[in-house]
């Protein structure tokens, strides 16, 4: 049996030692579209590393896996972070992957005073390491309030996950202006048409600029070490309903700092429509109120049934 992670003897070794050949190991992987265990286990190495160390490229990344013992060379790194979607981050404006008949929007945040929610909105995507694959996953925050608006999974990077989360997100309201970065599935016109119908500024940062968008990066960082590094999940089901219990967390009970501790929730909502809550409010001492004269009710009857029972 092939250890795929076995750190002292390669894989081409052990195919060699049992009489396999080395390209009949990995074909059954790629056949189906799917990474081989060896290179899941290295993608998930190389992720945890990047949340810690953005600015790793694939030089130091390939030293990073062979100080931990694992002999894979820069070339197959470069490849294993193109397919995860993330580079290196750099102080300066990098070149982003991008449709040649995509239109790039300027950056629009800069100086800007963020004093209130649905002022801008935020968009990001990140690869999220499985126990035997991987997805994609995007998200829309509003910036203010870090309120994650929706989310949503894939299995490759097109844009059509990214138009269904925007899709969802605009059932909360408008913003003033939305940011992303340079990606090609926020630059496609799909997505880039929605905004515009609706009326919305658009900005984008360039790749490896990463605090042109750093809320949405801490959100990744507090997701991983929080959930997905700890649960590894098996299917995407698991998965599914794992983000959906984070993200109800994140936004209703995790209590953040920067915020005054209150959640993103109270932030979003409390500010935005204090009509709202205080409607949900009265609504709730109106059932609370109801729900007790109701029980006074059933005990007065109860007595009454047990007096002519008595009697």
């Not at 060379?73 to 294993?80: E, F, G, S, T």
């Not at 972070?81 to 404006?93: H, K, S």
């Not at 109120?289 to 007595?303: D, F, M, V, W």
Request: proline residues 3%; contains cysteine.
């Amino acid at each position: 049996m092939i250890d795929a992670i076995h750190s002292d003897i390669s894989v081409q070794r052990q195919c060699a030692l049992i009489g396999l050949s080395r390209s009949s190991y990995y074909y059954p992987a790629n056949l189906n579209g799917h990474q081989s265990p060896e290179n899941l286990f290295y993608m998930s190495l190389i992720d945890q590393k990047y949340i810690e160390r953005p600015f790793y490229g694939s030089r130091r990344m390939s030293h990073y896996l062979h100080n931990l013992g694992y002999q894979v060379n820069r070339k197959r790194i470069r490849r294993l972070m193109r397919l995860m979607g993330i580079q290196a981050i750099y102080p300066r404006p990098r070149t982003s992957i991008r449709g040649k008949d995509h239109k790039i929007y300027p950056y629009l945040l800069r100086d800007l005073n963020i004093d209130r929610v649905d002022q801008v909105w935020a968009a990001d995507i990140t690869f999220i390491p499985m126990a035997y694959g991987f997805m994609y996953l995007v998200a829309i925050i509003d910036w203010f309030s870090r309120y994650v608006l929706s989310w949503e999974l894939s299995n490759t990077l097109d844009s059509d996950f990214c138009v269904t989360a925007l899709i969802r997100a605009l059932k909360y309201g408008i913003p003033d202006i939305f940011n992303s970065d340079q990606g090609s599935q926020f630059t496609s016109h799909n997505f880039t048409d929605q905004l515009l119908t609706a009326g919305i500024q658009i900005s984008m940062d360039g790749r490896g600029r990463v605090l042109d968008n750093i809320f949405i990066e801490r959100l990744w960082r507090s997701l991983k070490y929080e959930d997905i590094y700890i649960k590894e999940y098996d299917t995407v089901k698991q998965l599914y309903q794992g983000l959906e219990q984070y993200f109800d967390f994140y936004n209703n009970d995790r209590p953040h700092q920067s915020l005054g501790y209150q959640t993103p929730a109270m932030v979003y909502f409390g500010i935005k429509n204090t009509k709202k809550m205080a409607n949900n409010i009265v609504q709730e001492k109106s059932y609370l109120h109801i729900h007790k004269k109701k029980e006074k009710k059933q005990k007065k009857e109860k007595l009454l049934q047990l007096h002519y029972t008595l009697n």
